[in-house]
């Protein structure tokens, strides 16, 4: 069984322990900080940021020039003072107190924010790796020097103590505290953002309305295209308009076209006129038309909740023309369940379920297996309409025409009931 007493120790035991020649004796300073690189699985200590006196410049000192030691630690010896440099930490490298000690992190494992209150190290002979942050009420306590009387005063009342709290590192995000690039903030972030991705879009939903203004801002700006589209889809309006009001414009193109149009055109709407403007000029002709079109129908229409990424294939195509057609958009259109059927004029035919296609012979015409008794919607209806249909029928997605019959757009299931929930709870019972 590993020694815990020889093997592991705390940031905590490390800062503010005198650093000395290890020659002379003579005192150079104290540690302020560790410099850990950051490689898998946990980050190794790489060297040490010594403060010399109340107003010295801090130095560091590579690990390599520390002699090794046993703990309990009393203090750091270094065999060679000239390798003492005032370089700042490489790109690979983290500050971790300044990075992470008493502040907030995102737990992967449980998507939720936490403060760190001490770092938990791992010693095997002169290697220390960085393997958990310390996020219970021990490590507050230990910071402050009452855990030791704590736990004695625990023990004698209830024989018992505060249980620690750890967190892996593997399982833990930084968060940023600035919106300026050049700052430390985001250079810290940008060393695990990649960390940040793995989560599921509601997660970090859940997350950004935890946090502050200008944390919510750095964590956006960090995310991938893909996951800041998601990420946006999920969030209220006026959660989303600072978020996009304050992100690079390069990037905005890029998110727009992943998002699902109704809810990029219902983002849009919500913005100044300036930005809006801004935005729809840096969109491609075809995007922008999209937007402009979706942005125009009024808000309780059935229009203005339809989205325009759907399916469509003519009468004549077959259903290997359709299989093809839905593996070439299933990793980018949500109603792929159905297939609909249009003449030259985009007047709706008929409809095709995802079921009878893959029931079909390959060279089988969609026009034989359509269902051209299609239950649809007018653009300019109400959208309770459109609900009271999905109720009915138990549709996946309902079309959506003009007065001439011309398809514009599909409402899909989820869209339908996002618009109905508010109205049950404000029918339900205080």
């Given at each position: 069984m590993i020694d815990i007493d020889k093997h592991f120790l705390y940031i905590s035991d490390l800062i503010g322990k005198s650093v000395v020649n290890a020659g002379s004796g003579k005192g150079i300073g104290r540690v302020s900080d560790i410099i850990v690189t950051n490689k898998a699985p946990y980050p190794e200590i790489s060297s040490v940021l010594v403060k010399p006196g109340l107003f010295g410049k801090p130095v560091l000192a590579p690990w390599?020039?520390?002699?090794?030691?046993?703990?309990p630690l009393r203090r750091l010896k270094i065999r060679d003072a000239a390798q003492l440099s005032d370089r700042g930490?490489?790109?690979?490298e983290i500050a971790v107190c300044d990075t992470f000690m008493d502040k907030q992190i995102l737990d992967l494992d449980g998507a939720k924010v936490i403060r760190v209150n001490d770092l938990h190290l791992l010693k095997e002979n002169h290697k220390i790796w960085l393997v958990h942050m310390d996020v219970g009420m021990r490590g507050f306590l230990r910071r402050l020097g009452w855990l030791k009387i704590i736990d004695t005063v625990t023990n004698w009342l209830v024989s018992m103590r505060i249980q620690p709290r750890f967190l892996s590192w593997k399982h833990v995000q930084a968060l940023p505290t600035t919106t300026q690039p050049d700052q430390s903030g985001q250079l810290k972030?940008?060393?695990v953002h990649q960390k940040l991705n793995t989560l599921h879009p509601a997660d970090l939903s859940e997350i950004l309305k935890d946090l502050s203004y200008y944390e919510r801002i750095a964590l956006f700006r960090s995310l991938d295209i893909v996951s800041a589209a998601e990420t946006l889809e999920q969030l209220t309006p006026d959660?989303?308009?600072p978020l996009i009001e304050c992100i690079d414009k390069a990037k905005i193109p890029g998110i727009?076209?992943?998002?699902?149009?109704?809810?990029?055109?219902?983002?849009?709407a919500i913005l100044s006129q300036r930005r809006r403007t801004e935005i729809l000029k840096a969109l491609p002709d075809d995007l922008r038309e999209e937007m402009t079109r979706l942005s125009s129908h009024p808000e309780q229409t059935a229009g203005a909740i339809m989205t325009t990424d759907f399916i469509t294939q003519p009468p004549t195509a077959t259903v290997q023309q359709a299989l093809d057609i839905i593996k070439q958009a299933a990793g980018t259109t949500e109603a792929i369940y159905y297939i609909y059927i249009v003449?030259?004029?985009n007047v709706l035919q008929g409809v095709v379920t995802l079921r009878r296609i893959m029931q079909a012979a390959p060279e089988t015409a969609l026009s034989e297996i359509m269902n051209s008794k299609v239950k649809k919607i007018s653009e300019n209806a109400h959208k309770d309409n459109a609900i009271k249909l999905f109720i009915k029928y138990k549709f996946g997605s309902a079309?959506?025409?003009?007065?001439?019959?011309k398809l514009k757009g599909v409402i899909l299931f989820k869209d339908a009931m996002t618009e109905l929930l508010p109205q049950m709870e404000i029918r339900l019972p205080r």
């Open positions: 390599d020039s520390i002699e090794p030691f046993e703990l930490p490489a790109e690979n972030l940008k060393v959660s989303q308009k727009i076209a992943k998002m699902s149009p109704d809810k990029a055109a219902d983002m849009l003449n030259p004029e079309p959506v025409v003009d007065s001439h019959g």
